[in-house]
């Protein structure tokens, strides 16, 4: 056993070899082009692989209508026209766009207005110390709604809290970046990513029901239950196995404390009381809307809330919470000077979203390329005919794909690019076994969350490393994925088990959707 710059106690052997795979697996990482290329190329790969399965007649029986499906061949004279014709509306039409960049926009203003860095500062200054940890990994959970800023602002920020309380740094740091980054996939309210992902589920399961709709509200019952889940597995984690394998932190006397921060008391606390008016105002309006059985904001004819126009609007309203609550932040805050500043902060917002922009221009074309071909249909056809003779059951099928989806995430770290790819074939096959696209969708967010805090891939794995390091100069790769791995592991299981609990008493996933068809 060795002891690092500043007392943190690791196991040089264990590290060193793990150290070597992730290397590994690193290099062979990088060795994959950008996500955008890697869609490109898949793309045109799709336009060559119909071509061939159509010459040798591949094609399958629909289960339901027992029509013949036959492979198109997009590079025939009718499939290139077809290219051309549909280019820009693949990419307009694209269903995680629109929802995807309007939440942002209003995500964008409550971001830069400062009111959710406050908010989780605060969050975290008022635990209990005995809570500490739990209300560390409870912010980092609930700051996927705010983009990046679990990562900038809330991971630093555990390290000065938990030097506070007399408790060494980089737990605070691990106990914060396993909430960020592994609890991605949970929260309390709907976000982007529920609305990203719910539009490529539907544009997957399309393939097999072309008036089935998964709403960004699909998953929510269970992602609220995983977010107390996930705090309090991180929790223990945390207290009883990496602050024992830590040694206690030699800091020096002068170390920063979490209270010293640059802002005005006085006018963050002017600011959050607008934030919260606000937020009262919006609340009321949304019952009024809701509650009265024919309010305005319940199903015009059948007067449901389930599959209401406040349902499938609810990022749109999210978006819109978080855009008010930011302009009333930043008029009384101080942090914006007058209406320009919020409009330029939704521009810096967009600007972020380039990078977005241009991987969706990609992904719509793959995917839109793919279901004219009817190989997605085809393979999920086989697929689940293959599943269907083996019957392992729904359980089974999902923790499979649980396992599989992590696995993937080691190499390729975008849910988004990964879930374009797999969810054109996974969704259909699976609904073809009676099980919901909801269900599948959750399978595969469950997976790609647990192995974000041990693969080199995940884009902010150096900023975590770079953090751990101001407390320990001698923390490399292999220190940062020994300290996170328990985590992965620990929730892996636990949050399988939540799965498995909710598969055995049939627990709806969220407003009106439910596990099996």
């Not at 972020?352 to 997605?376: D, E, P, R």
């Amino acid at each position: 056993m060795t002891q690092g710059g500043n007392g943190a106690t690791t196991d040089t052997a264990a590290p060193g070899r793990l150290g070597r795979i992730l290397n590994a697996i690193e290099v062979a990482g990088n060795r994959l082009p950008h996500p955008a290329l890697l869609f490109a190329w898949m793309a045109l790969g799709v336009l060559v692989i119909s071509a061939i399965c159509a010459l040798f007649g591949v094609g399958a029986v629909h289960p339901v209508t027992q029509e013949r499906i036959d492979t198109v061949n997009l590079l025939s004279g009718e499939g290139l026209r077809r290219i051309l014709a549909g280019t820009v509306t693949n990419f307009t039409g694209f269903a995680p766009l629109g929802t995807v960049l309007v939440a942002m926009l209003g995500i964008g203003i409550a971001e830069r207005s400062g009111l959710l860095g406050v908010l989780l500062r605060r969050l975290v200054l008022a635990a209990p110390v005995s809570l500490l940890t739990f209300f560390v990994v409870l912010a980092g959970v609930l700051s996927s709604l705010a983009a990046d800023s679990g990562y900038v602002v809330l991971i630093p920020l555990a390290a000065l809290v938990f030097i506070a309380a007399g408790r060494h740094p980089i737990a605070g740091i691990a106990a914060a970046f396993a909430g960020v980054s592994a609890g991605f996939s949970a929260n309390l309210l709907i976000g982007p990513l529920d609305a990203l992902l719910a539009g490529l589920s539907t544009e997957a399961v399309r393939f097999v029901d072309a008036d089935y709709e998964v709403t960004a509200a699909g998953n929510w019952w269970f992602i609220i239950a995983s977010t107390f889940m996930i705090a309090i597995v991180v929790t223990l984690v945390t207290e009883f196995i990496t602050e024992r394998r830590l040694a206690p932190a030699d800091l020096p006397e002068d170390a920063p404390n979490p209270q010293d921060h640059d802002g005005d008391p006085i006018a963050e606390r002017r600011g959050l009381i607008g934030a919260g008016v606000v937020t009262l105002v919006l609340l009321a309006l949304i019952l009024l809307g809701v509650v009265p059985a024919d309010g305005v904001l319940r199903d015009p004819e059948t007067g449901s809330i389930m599959r209401s126009p406040f349902i499938s609007g609810i990022v749109v309203v999210i978006a819109l919470w978080a855009a008010l609550c930011g302009v009333a932040y930043g008029r009384l805050a101080g942090t914006f000077a007058d209406g320009g500043d919020v409009i330029r902060s939704m521009e810096r917002t967009m600007e972020t979203m380039a990078v977005y922009l241009v991987l969706m221009f990609f992904a719509s074309q793959f995917v839109a390329w793919f279901g004219w071909t009817n190989l997605g249909l085809i393979t999920a056809i086989g697929g689940s005919q293959f599943l269907a003779t083996i019957d392992p059951g729904t359980l089974p099928l999902l923790l499979i794909f649980v396992i599989l989806a992590a696995f993937i995430n080691l190499l390729i770290g975008s849910a988004t690019a990964k879930w374009a790819i797999m969810g054109p074939v996974f969704v259909p096959m699976l609904y073809l076994l009676g099980i919901s696209p909801e269900a599948t969708q959750m399978a595969y967010r469950i997976g790609d969350s647990v192995t974000n805090i041990i693969t080199p891939l995940m884009p902010y794995f150096a900023l975590v490393l770079a953090f751990a390091q101001q407390y320990d100069k001698r923390a490399g790769l292999g220190t940062l994925i020994a300290t996170m791995i328990p985590y992965s592991i620990a929730l892996l299981l636990a949050w399988s088990g939540l799965l498995t609990v909710w598969v055995m008493f049939d627990i709806p996933l969220g407003p009106g959707a439910s596990i099996n068809l």
